[in-house]
């Protein structure tokens, strides 16, 4: 098999959480196997595990964002986020390739990760927005309706989108991990919000608020230090561009092309103050 060009990284991501997975499903006692084949123009890296297997149902429903049948694939107690394999299709996809899997219940599972040989095999895909240079996003909310908005637009542009709900999860790996960090205003916890914009100003990382509504007066500093400030929810192609153009624009304005921001609205039980 010849060498294929890839994010080490990213791709070290995608099998690490195939492994969990198949870790978890087999328990104490059972087998994971992982092969490699060359299949035409495209190298296959298969994970299986002899697990209780995936139902069809939920087949087809795994790699939906927050879907999460752990423990695994409901058969222990362990919690899963519903993040990993939509992350790791996302991945797969910047890559010119893909992520799916096969499985029978009662047998096991088989995850196949797709990578081309070629990474310039542009004609089946389609047409990626213009400056994105494979951009990484980190998303910085707790709100599933946030998340839902943009994992299937990073998926269409082949975005590395990731998202974090603590600072200290990227801390003094920022650069590495991300160009830009999206920053909900409304994240109910507004210290872990001023300890992330305050880890983008030292790492030199551009970070874009989103959801302002009316743009609380508590959080007037990070406004003013932002790339740029919208109201609602933009597209994501948008907010790319402001990362790619350097473009500030008036930074305490509000998007009018923002799109439903009342969806993005946080229970009022969970809103906090600083």
């Given at each position: 098999i010849p060498p294929v060009e890839i994010s080490a990284s990213r791709i070290q991501q995608i099998l690490m959480?195939?492994?969990?997975?198949?870790?978890?499903?087999?328990?104490?006692?059972?087998?994971?196997?992982v092969a490699l084949v060359r299949e035409k123009n495209d190298v296959l890296i298969k994970v299986?595990?002899?697990?209780?297997?995936?139902?069809?149902?939920?087949?087809?429903?795994?790699?939906?964002?927050?879907?999460?049948?752990?423990?695994?694939?409901?058969?222990?107690e362990l919690a899963g986020t519903g993040m990993g394999l939509a992350i790791g299709r996302n991945?797969?996809?910047?890559?010119g390739g893909d992520l799916f899997a096969e499985s029978v219940e009662g047998a096991g599972t088989t995850f196949t990760l797709s990578l081309p040989l070629?990474?310039?095999?542009?004609?089946?895909?389609?047409?990626?927005?213009?400056?994105?240079?494979?951009?990484?996003?980190l998303l910085f909310t707790l709100n599933r309706k946030i998340l839902s908005h943009y994992h299937p637009q990073a998926s269409a542009e082949r975005i590395n989108l990731i998202a974090v709900d603590a600072e200290h999860t990227v801390e003094g790996n920022l650069r590495r991990v991300a160009d830009a960090v999206i920053c909900d205003a409304r994240f109910c916890a507004k210290i872990e919000l001023f300890r992330m914009a305050q880890t983008c100003m030292e790492h030199?990382?551009?970070?874009?608020?989103?959801?302002?509504?009316?743009?609380?007066?508590?959080?007037?500093?990070?406004?003013?230090?932002?790339?740029?400030?919208?109201?609602?929810?933009?597209?994501?192609?948008?907010?790319m561009a402001c990362v790619e153009d350097g473009d500030h624009g008036d930074e305490q304005s509000q998007d009018p092309q923002a799109?439903?921001?009342?969806?993005?609205?946080?229970?009022?039980?969970?809103?906090?103050?600083?």
């Open positions: 959480n195939l492994f969990i997975n198949a870790q978890h499903a087999i328990g104490s006692d059972g087998v994971i196997t299986g595990d002899t697990g209780a297997g995936i139902s069809e149902e939920n087949l087809s429903r795994i790699f939906d964002p927050f879907f999460s049948t752990k423990g695994v694939w409901g058969r222990d991945i797969a996809r910047e890559h070629n990474r310039n095999r542009g004609d089946n895909q389609e047409p990626r927005a213009t400056g994105t240079r494979n951009m990484r996003l030199g990382v551009p970070y874009i608020m989103i959801n302002c509504g009316q743009m609380e007066y508590q959080l007037a500093e990070l406004f003013e230090k932002s790339r740029r400030n919208f109201k609602g929810l933009p597209a994501l192609t948008r907010i799109s439903n921001p009342e969806a993005a609205e946080p229970s009022r039980n969970t809103e906090s103050k600083l």
